[in-house]
């Protein structure tokens, strides 16, 4: 059963509008100022958007700022209304949009828990019978008679979803808020709305925490300038908004624009080509936290190479190694040689336990400890959540597991970190 209805909904905006007295009566009389308002530019926040919630569904809308994530939440708790299309909602609705939201500065923690309970629709009884969870879940019982313009932003965010979780809705609507409360109670509050949403309730849920969506919502609404970009399941759905807001429409896998390559000795080496693959062996555009990742490199040694080492690391946007491998000191002890000719090198490592993001890897050659070779950024390898297989504490930047392979000869082992 559908529990919202978001039909062909529009939201126009008129640029430069005011909203006061002053300038509504000077923009009805002509000639007073320089500009009228049928003059301004119109901004559609939402275009012609439809979706539905049913029972039971937590629906995550993600996308850039100014997407029309917010001016959704609005409409659907009726701040404000749509320019055109309808919308019906079934039953109770609690709104987190912004922080502290119907709370007045004045007052006490404990005063505004009864106020904007009793602003959400529950009556004095229902306040008092809650009272004590909804403090206790807040963590703010020492500050209860503090006057609220005292709080910090995450103590104001820690106050109202309290209220809003407690209200016991049909439906909850949640903003971006949760990004100042601290890691503690943002699980806190994930495991809450888990609670709401196994009971069969609604929830709509925005955020900019790929991990958070991932984890909680059922489906995905990928919002781009008032419109709907994508719509689907959340991995999939994520997986596109991450590779379209690093890299539009290029192609993530074309290794040829954009490089920085290094030579020290040409006539030495040279790296023909690097793929990137998944745990399938496929090319990819994002792999989820804790998949599986191949390197291969490609090489034309141009003579016999004598103790070669080759070393294959991972590095974020500002050039920082995280973790790697180094093939001649954990695999091929002693003195050994790459021959002249052309050979692939590859190295898999089991899982990529880094926290989602935009990655490069980077690939060194080195003969007798000096360094012939290198090429970095190549990539870029974006992560995505993954919430089936690895947990936020799971996620560690040097524990590497990896495989490697070289003119097939093979061996297995653990690399501790950066070499």
Known sequence: MAVIEFHHVTKTYRLGARGNLRETLMNALPGLVRKKSDDRKLLNALD???????EGEVLGFIGANGAGKTTTLKILSRVTYPTTGSVSVDGRISALIELGAGFHPDLSGAEN????????????????????????????????DTPVKRYSSGMY??????VAAHVDPDVLLVDEVLSVGDAIFQERCLNRMKEIRDKGKAMVFVSHNMIAVQSICSRVIWLDRGKIRAVGEPE???SQYLHNQYFGQKNILDLEEGEELFHYDEGSVVVEAIKILDEAGKPFQTIRGGGSVKVEVH????????SPNIQIYLADKQHHRLMGSDLASSNYKGQWTISKGEGV??????????????????VDILEENRLIYRQKDIGPVIVRPDQTTLKFEDYNLFDMKCHWELNGYSESMADEGIK
């Open 345 to 362: 090198v590859s190295c898999t490592f089991e899982a990529v336990p880094i926290r989602p993001n935009i990655y490069y890897f980077n």
């Open 299 to 306: 090489y034309s040694a141009k003579r016999q190479l004598n």
């Open 48 to 54: 012609d958007v439809s979706f539905q919630v049913h």
């Open 157 to 162: 965010a820690r106050l109202a979803f309290s």
């Open 236 to 238: 999939q759905v994520i």
């Open 113 to 144: 828990i009864y106020l904007n309970a009793s602003i959400l629709g529950l009556k004095r009884a229902e306040v008092d019978a809650k009272f004590d969870q909804i403090v206790a879940f807040s963590g703010l019982e020492e500050f209860l």
